[in-house]
């Protein structure tokens, strides 16, 4: 089984829906993160946590919110999607040492 | 200028050819630093740490250069399969922040 999980995989949506994208991991890892990723560009954070009670946003958090239900688990929503939020988001967990991050396999999400 | 900047390529290669990557970081207070494979549409996945003494792990090694700003990545014997985007990562120090690169994208052609 896979170590970070991200569900839906695909998902389509239209204009001013909100939305959650569902992040789980078997690491063990306290760390995880929500990045975007876009055509051209590198991957841009959007929210990080380093614990259940440590949310912190990242470069690019307007329009979105997370949740950290538990260790295992980091919650990323749209609270009212729009179209320039269509892109491919990644999951992804770390350890302090080595602090490689580790990614789910994404989300490709689509904005009508 | 972008923090770390890469050359997007794509490189187009021969089987059993040896590539070069080179990628460089402004940010000096960056402490950690890794090579990621990102195949289309799919998750980065980790390639490898690029440590200080440089690194090797079968056929690729990765050296880092603290002095000049730069990290790099050497693939011998290239195979089809090897054929992907490269991105090199850097961590700060102290810090959440990763940097990624944009990639570069290597063909390797039969």
């Known amino acids: 089984d896979a170590d970070v999980t991200q569900t839906p995989r695909n998902r389509i949506t239209k204009t001013g829906k909100r939305i959650m994208l569902e992040c789980s991991q078997t690491k063990g890892h306290d760390r995880m993160y929500w990045y975007r990723q876009d055509p051209g560009l590198g991957l841009r954070l959007i929210y990080y946590?380093?614990?259940?009670?440590?949310?912190n946003k990242g470069e690019i958090s307007d329009g979105y919110s997370v949740s950290r239900q538990a260790q295992a688990k980091f919650s990323l929503s749209l609270e009212s999607a729009i179209p320039n939020q269509t892109a491919l988001y990644f999951c992804?967990?770390?350890?302090?040492?080595?602090?490689?991050?580790?990614f789910g396999p994404g989300t490709r999400l689509t904005v009508l | 200028r972008k923090e770390v900047e890469q050359d997007p390529g794509p490189f187009n290669v021969p089987e059993g050819a040896t590539v070069a990557f080179n990628c460089t970081y402004s940010?000096?207070?960056?402490?950690?630093f890794f090579w990621y494979r990102q195949d289309c549409r799919k998750e980065p996945k980790l390639l490898m740490s690029?440590?200080?003494s440089g690194n090797e792990d079968g056929r690729f090694t990765a050296q880092l250069n603290r002095a000049s700003q730069y990290i790099s990545l050497l693939i011998r014997d290239s195979k089809l399969s090897d054929s992907a985007t490269y991105l090199c990562v850097v961590s700060i120090g102290g810090t959440y922040k990763y940097i990624f690169g944009t990639g570069t994208r290597l063909k390797v052609l039969a």
């Open positions: 940010n000096s207070a960056s402490q950690s």
């Open positions: 946590s380093f614990d259940v009670k440590d949310i």
């Open positions: 690029v440590y200080s």
């Open positions: 992804a967990t770390s350890d302090t040492t080595p602090p490689a991050q580790y």
